[in-house]
């Protein structure tokens, strides 16, 4: 297979309600016009990514995020990069967020948690989810748990109630206040995401609404292994394997500090 079959055997995983969309949120960044045997997945198309995919002799790379466009250059010295090591590249961003298998299922599902709605819409996709456990769980062991399964420290607030049963979630970005409003009204105990500022912080603070901040990376990482086991199911013949990210401490300000 080549990349473009690559990419359309994935697009075929998704329900596609908005074609525009979907195709400004995922597709091929750069075909090397190899055959693919050997796909790298992991979350962020960076230098460093790249160098870990040409020492696994892959021939594509499979990612969530594309070159971040706010990290000036990069996305210049990515293109570069692949064409000089001769690597394929494909992203799926927005989708991947929104399906059944991707980043925020992925995830509740790890966790054990039951969803229960659909959230954070976005041109008709959902970026986020409200999750719930089967009975009311001790925040600090919640904690415990996500740094377990994430294998990072996380950092935490208890806002609210020592014990938390319906969950607010958006893996990634989910620091912007109106994002964790959303879970503040759908009635949350806790919110989880992969990134905050002081005005989540304090807003959380206000609301009395735990939270709980792991890395961008790290929440969103499962979304994209479940997509990589998808595209490579029935198919002997491609072989798929993780490429490894640093673990970042996640952002977070304390508004006592």
Known sequence: MNASQIAERIDRLFTVSNPEVYGDESGITYDAGNSVDKIGYCVNLTLETIDQAKSHGVDMMITHHPAWDEIYG????????????????????????????????????????????????WE???FGRVAEYDQETDFNQL?????????EPVKSWQFGKNKAKRVGLVCGNGAPTECLKESVENQCDLYMTGECNLYTIQYAQLKGINLIIGSHTFTEIFGVQSLAKRLSEGTEDLEIVQLEEKHYEANTTNPSA
């Open 74 to 121: 990069l996305k210049e010295a990515c293109l570069d990069k692949l064409a000089a090591y001769g690597i394929s590249h494909y992203y799926n961003h927005l989708p991947l967020d929104d399906c059944s298998f991707g980043t925020n299922d992925s995830l509740l599902s790890a966790l054990g948690l039951k969803i229960v709605e659909r959230t954070h819409e």
């Open 124 to 126: 008709g996709m959902y």
């Open 143 to 151: 904690v415990k748990e996500l740094e377990s399964l994430l294998g």
